[in-house]
Each structure stands twice: as C-alpha cells, then as structure tokens.
C-alpha cells in the first residue's frame, strides 16, 4: 500500500499511534498502491456507447465473476476498530466483517481465520466477509439432498419484477426482493454478479422450482448478534450504528443485532424540526446508550450526548453584558427565541424588543433575521439566556431632559388613544402623556374626540423625569394666541381705568360706613 499521510483506509480502520498494528498493516500491503487496492474486484461505471461502453461492461462481468468464485476464504486480521475488523484476504484482497460475528472467540490483530465472501461494497471499496456462515453452508448440493433450512451459496445472475434469479451450482432458484435483506432495498441490482449466503425456504425436484431466501440468514445472524449485544452492552456506553429508519419522532439506529430509539430530543442541542433534518436512513452515527432493558431489547440512545455540550462555555463566551449577534429561529407573542450557537439559544423578551411600545414581535423581527443583542441575564444551570435588542442601540433617555427643556415646543405624533389622555411620540422610542385635560380647550369625553392615532400635534413639555421615563405634555398649551388688535388694547385700557377709579373712591371711604351701602353707589 502506498505510504502516503492521508491514505483513507489507514485512518479510517486503524488506531492512532498504534505501533504495532501499523507495523502489521504496512508488512500486510506493502507494494500497493491506494488506486490498485480500491481499484480491486470494483466494477467500473458504464462508459457511454462513444467511450467503449462493452469492454467497460465486459470488465464489470469479469470483476463480478472472479468475486462470485472466492467462496471460502482464510484471511488474516490487520486491525480492529469500533466493532469493524479489516482483514489481508492475500494478494491484492482486504475484507471487512463486524467483530459481533466471533462470538466464539474474541478477535485477535495477527491470527487467520476462514471468512465467507458475501458481496462487495463499492462505496468503501472492500469486500464484506461473514465468519457465522462459513461453517454452515452446504456444499455439496443436488435436488437429492436440498430441504427447506439448508444454507447454500448462490450467484446472482439476473433481475426480474419480483426480485433476483440465483443459480445454486446448476440449479437456478429465484429469491423474491423482500427476502433480499432486513429493509427494503428500492435498487436491488447491486447483487447482481454477487456471491450470497441463502437459505433455502421452497423446494421441489419435480417441478425444479427452488425459492431462497437471504433475509432469514441475516435474521438469524442478526438474533445471535442481539444476545450478544445485550450481554455486553450496559447505560453509559458508546456505540457506532447505522440508521435503519427516521419517523417524525426520532430514527431507530442498529447497533449490529439491536436496534434502539433516538428520540428526536436527542439528536442535537440545537432546536430540530424534523429529525430527517439530521439525519437519513444508511447514516452511520455514534450514539450514547441512555437505557437498557435486556429483557425485551428496548433501547434508547443519544447523539447529542457523544457531542460536546455547548452550555459547558457559555459564562465565558455570554456574559452579562456582552454584545453578541444572532439568529431569530422562532417568533412568539411573549418574544422570540435567538440562536446564537448551535445548541444554544436566548429569549428575547418582547419588552427588549425596543424602546417603543410594541404590540407583537413581530412588528420588529423575523424569523431568520440576524440581529445584535445584548446579554442581559444568564443561569447556565438551567439552560437559560436573556437578551435584549432595544439596549444594544442607544437610549434616547439618556439625554431627553436636554432635549426636551420645560416649556419647550416641539413637534409629535399620537400612538395611541385611551380614555384618560394621549400618548405621542417624540422620537422612536421616547413617549409622554397628554392628558385628556390638556388636549383642548373645549370640554370633550375621550381624547379619541381631538387627536386620532398617526396625527401630528405641537405639544409642550409641561414635565420630564428621566429616571421614571415619564414626560408630561400639553396640546391646549401648544397653541400660540395672536396678538391683541389696537381696539383689544384700547378696551383693556378703558377697564383698568375704570378699575382704578373704583378703588381709589373705595380707599377714601369713612369708617363705620355701611361697606355695602357704599359700595352698590360705586
């Protein structure tokens, strides 16, 4: 095998910095290049008819052929990692089997074994073995001698409606698609050229009709993996598995004899919709077995639990006070909910919203909507994180009483109407009440009878407390009175005579008068 860093197959079956199986894998393949070792029994893609497309499928037929001829074959471990076992077929050969298949014994890194080759997987470039099946397939087979139960191997030779035409020796049987394997398998034309393991379920010499099964194989393999699973495996241990099924729950993932549930709370620390957002059916995934119950086979597993816990850091990363930025993942009435990191997530209480008066949330955000925020309160115990978005920008409170000086006249806009007054808006985020009172002159029941919400009124700043965040307004005192006219001043004029002619006669009176007699002469 070529010595290269990066070599995939090395790093994905080997441990790291094991010196021994490394001495052990390199005496195993040296001289082989990555190229050959993929490159072996791997049928070629069909090249277009322009591009020798027969000597390309004439290629894949011999390829299949020489794979449906290895039968039995001794082999030699190279390397045992997370339950999988890569094993020196010779030659140019690597297989891969499940360590769950020595149940006799456990596997030993060095020693030779016999391996039955059940089928090539192009996708990791290695034929797959099995031990069990070794020892009990009948070899010697006729019509004399087949009975329903007998474990032969056959090659897959053609492909009908109904499922795989299989030739046992010289004996052709047909295996319907749902006995192909313990799923359903929509592309079952994967098998063809392949060498299997089946079991014989449906026989007649007479008549030469002869079905198999390799579905009842794996079932029986898959029964004698479960007993030993659940002998070893307790609460608390790590295992490799792959997801045979996703339901709007969770995914149900075999862990090589036995299937347990990951409940779709359990799939991540972030928030999922759906658990096929995370993962599909074939996906191999590392899971944490949470329970146990080996009297029924019952399981419940986790993949958030095998991840690094994102609330570990976050005193550090979100203290109170930080700015951070995020991302709106659901809007409620009460707020909406921010994620800043996966896993982690914040409220945004609608009072944080801004510095107005906000009716729904989301009249200022969205979901999907980046937004800076501020770290207003954190309880890393219980998983919670408050911010703010209306503290993240400035305060028009800060410096509204110079802004806004008694007595000042400005320009507002009315928000809203109540029965006792009016609210107006000097600037977004800076409200005062005007008071039904101090809307106008003329006596009216409601301010809704003045101002309407979205009209623009002068008003004057009668009060303002910055700490109570409370400004007081006046419309009626906002309206500016024109200057008397010559003919007002000279009446007001006329009056304060008359006025101070009436008081200095008043001034001059006797006492012991009658006070009102004197008065009504006046």
């Not at 080996?294 to 550090?316: C, F, H, N, Y």
């Not at 951070?324 to 944080?352: D, I, K, Q, W, Y």
């Not at 703010?388 to 008694?406: F, H, I, R, V």
């Not at 001043?489 to 009102?516: P, Q, T, V, W, Y």
């Amino acid at each position: 095998m070529s010595n290269e860093p990066n070599d995939p197959l090395k790093e994905k079956f080997r441990p790291e910095g094991d010196p021994e199986i490394d001495k052990a894998l390199t005496d195993a393949l040296a001289g082989l290049s990555t190229d050959q070792i993929y490159g072996f029994d791997k049928p070629r893609e069909t090249a277009p008819a322009s591009e020798g497309g027969d000597a390309a499928q004439a290629d894949h037929a011999a390829a299949a052929a020489a794979l449906a001829r290895q039968g039995i074959r001794r082999g030699r471990i190279v390397s045992i990692r997370k339950g999988d076992i890569l094993v020196d077929l010779g030659g140019k050969s690597q297989g891969l089997i499940s360590e769950l298949q020595f149940d006799d014994e456990p596997p030993v890194v060095g020693k030779e074994y016999d391996f039955s080759v059940e089928r090539y997987d192009p996708a990791e470039g290695l034929v797959i073995l099995s031990r069990r099946a070794a020892g009990a397939i009948q070899q010697n087979v006729s019509w004399e001698n087949l009975e329903p139960g007998t474990l032969v191997e056959g090659v897959v030779t053609g492909m009908n409606k109904g499922g795989l035409e299989v030739t046992v020796k010289s004996m052709r049987a047909f295996m319907p698609s749902g006995q192909v394997n313990l799923f359903f398998e929509k592309d079952i034309s994967v098998y063809l050229g392949q060498k299997l393991v089946v079991e014989v379920t449906q026989c007649d010499a007479l008549t030469h009709n002869l079905v198999v099964s390799r579905r009842n194989v794996l079932e029986k393999e898959k029964e004698v993996n479960r007993k030993k699973l659940l002998e070893e495996i307790q609460e608390g241990d790590s295992r490799r598995g792959t997801v045979r099924s996703v339901t709007d729950f969770g995914a149900f993932v075999d862990l090589g004899g036995a299937d347990g549930l990951v409940h779709v709370s359990e799939m991540s620390y972030s928030r999922v919709r759906h658990p096929s957002d995370i993962v599909k059916v074939g996906d191999e995934v590392d899971v944490k077995i949470l329970k146990v119950d080996k009297a029924t086979g019952k399981m419940s597993l986790s993949i958030r639990q095998g991840m690094p816990d994102p609330w570990a850091e976050v005193e550090t990363k979100y203290a109170v006070g930080n700015q951070v930025t995020g991302r709106v993942m659901r809007v409620e009435n009460f707020g909406a909910f921010v994620e800043l990191e996966p896993g982690v997530e914040g409220l945004l209480p609608v009072s944080e919203l801004s510095w107005q008066r906000v009716r729904s949330p989301k009249e200022v955000v969205n979901v999907d909507d980046m937004a800076k925020l501020v770290v207003i309160a954190l309880d890393p115990a219980q998983r919670k994180l408050t911010l703010s978005l209306k503290q993240a920008g400035p305060d028009p409170w800060s410096d509204a009483a110079e802004k806004y000086t008694k007595d000042s006249i400005v320009i507002g806009k009315v928000t809203r109407t109540v029965d006792f007054g009016a609210f107006v808006e000097l600037e977004p985020g800076l409200e005062g009440l005007v008071h039904v009172s101090e809307i106008s002159n003329q006596r009216i029941r409601t301010a809704a009878d003045a101002v309407k919400p979205g009209q623009e009124v002068r008003v004057r700043i009668l009060e303002i407390d910055r700490n109570a965040r409370r400004v007081g307004l006046s419309i009626k005192r906002a309206i500016e009175v024109p200057p008397p006219s010559p003919e007002q001043l000279a009446a007001i004029e006329a009056n304060k005579k008359k006025k101070d002619e009436r008081d200095k006669k008043r001034s001059n009176l006797k006492g012991g008068l009658d006070f009102n007699y004197w008065n009504k002469k006046l």
